[in-house]
């Protein structure tokens, strides 16, 4: 496809690849962050969802738009809708990052966000993603580093999937139309409990780490600790529900339909990342 594409949260964990991976297969991107980072082989843009007015100039002369919901934000659809609706006046295909399970519920804001897009008339693509392998080296990093993970996950289990992965495949989303009008749960190669990712980043950084289970005030009260607002760690602590249901043990094969290649285990994203550990 020929264009340029505008990668939202382009300095981030999924955004940061996505435009690595665009760049190195040949396409016209700007990168939008609040900073307007300097990207290799990008135009940066200034971009904040906090501020409405960045968000018409950041889609000058773009055709397609990868879209994520902020970290730290309860207002999903607050936040997100009004970009939805210039990428429709401007009839801009766009990429969505949801979350996996969100079609359980119209009620779910993530679902509201897909229903918008199902509804209007751009193309478009739904990616929902498992939980994040690289969540043990950004949210449970410091826990990982003291070698615990205290999450209320109970025995539950989650196909891990590397952000890697999901930057691949919203990649192949945005770089051809075979997949317009499609949703893709993406997950890792394999379920595992937490009590078995701890063995295997064990394994990767030669030292114990420990998985204990807890409830979810424990859990919310160190989040509030760590600075964290009462009303967002509460809803941290919610969405470990699904994992104790067993409702994130799923895997599928849409990975490797979107990007040729199966995704990676976590054994590789651990020994990846072994250095950001301490």
Do not use: C
């Not at 200034?46 to 018409?56: G, K, L, Q, R, V």
């Amino acid at each position: 496809m020929i264009g340029r594409i505008l990668v939202l949260g382009a300095t981030g964990t999924i955004g940061a690849p996505l435009v690595a991976a665009l760049v190195a297969g040949g396409q016209q991107v700007r990168a939008a962050s609040r900073q307007a980072a300097s990207m290799p082989g990008a135009e940066p843009v200034h971009f904040d969802y906090a501020d409405p007015s960045t968000i018409a100039p950041a889609f000058e002369g773009v055709d397609r738009v990868f879209v994520l919901v902020p970290a730290g934000t309860l207002d999903i659809v607050g936040l997100v809708r009004p970009v939805l609706q210039e990428a429709a006046r401007r009839k801009v295909k766009v990429v969505l990052l949801s979350v996996l399970g969100a079609d359980a519920d119209d009620n779910i804001p993530y679902r509201q966000l897909e229903l918008s897009l199902e509804r209007g008339a751009v193309p478009f693509v739904i990616l929902r993603p498992n939980w994040f392998a690289d969540n043990f080296h950004t949210f449970w990093r410091a826990g990982v580093s003291r070698g615990v993970i205290a999450v209320p996950a109970a025995d539950g289990k989650s196909s891990f999937i590397d952000a890697r992965d999901i930057a691949a495949s919203a990649a192949a989303a945005l770089a051809s139309d075979r997949f317009d009008g499609k949703a893709f749960n993406l997950t890792g190669p394999q379920a595992l409990s937490y009590a078995e990712a701890a063995a295997i980043l064990s394994r990767a950084l030669g030292r114990e780490i420990v998985y204990t289970a807890v409830d979810d005030r424990t859990f919310i009260d160190g989040l509030v600790a760590a600075g964290l607002a009462p009303d967002y760690a509460a809803f941290l602590a919610s969405i470990f529900h699904p994992v104790r249901e067993g409702w994130t043990a799923g895997v599928t094969g849409d990975v490797q339909a979107l990007t040729g290649r199966l995704p990676r285990p976590l054994e590789v994203y651990a020994a990846d990342h072994v250095g950001l550990w301490g």
